[in-house]
């Protein structure tokens, strides 16, 4: 069995299929990774863009449901959906360990990069759930709060 990933940590949802864990884990600009199917160019960022647009729904889900106005939405979808936030959040779960990175990092993730692993963490976990809404609720409220 493999070990549970600070990625994993993160959201609190452990793989069923680690290959796309690891896909979500390819950083950009990383050499071929052995036993990875990387499905778009560009590493991890077709997982990505899952990750993004699934945050943004939680958020706005969870606002249409409530009282607040739309502008409170947009700024909590400004606060917790902007790249700064999401990379502190992979910083303090310690992701970058568990990260593909490009040679020309030096062991170094940069904001956006681990941005776009976190989102892309998010991404794979919509697939690997069977694409269960309730489920990824729980991995994003985890992930951004």
């Known amino acids: 069995m493999e070990r549970t990933t600070n990625a994993e940590k993160l959201i609190a949802y452990a793989f069923t299929n680690r290959d ?10 990383s050499r071929e990774v ?3 199917d990387i499905r778009h160019d560009g590493a991890n960022k077709g997982l ?3 990750g993004d647009a699934l945050i943004r729904l939680i958020i706005v889900d969870e606002w249409f449901s409530g009282q607040e106005t ?3 939405c947009e700024a909590t979808v400004q606060k917790l959906a902007c790249n700064e936030h ?12 568990d ?7 030096k062991g170094v993730v940069a904001v ?3 941005a776009t ?8 976990a919509w697939y690997d759930s069977g694409k269960t809404f309730e489920v990824v609720h729980s991995i994003v409220k985890k992930a951004i709060e």
């Open 70 to 72: 739309r502008a409170k």
């Open 99 to 105: 990260i593909f990175k490009a040679t020309s990092q």
């Open 86 to 97: 999401l990379s502190t959040q992979g910083h303090e779960a310690n992701v970058d360990s």
């Open 117 to 124: 692993t976190v989102e892309a963490i998010i991404g794979a």
């Open 20 to 29: 796309l864990l690891k896909e979500a884990l390819v950083a950009a600009g």
């Open 112 to 114: 956006t990069t681990m």
């Open 48 to 50: 990505a863009m899952v």
């Open 34 to 36: 052995k036993n990875v």
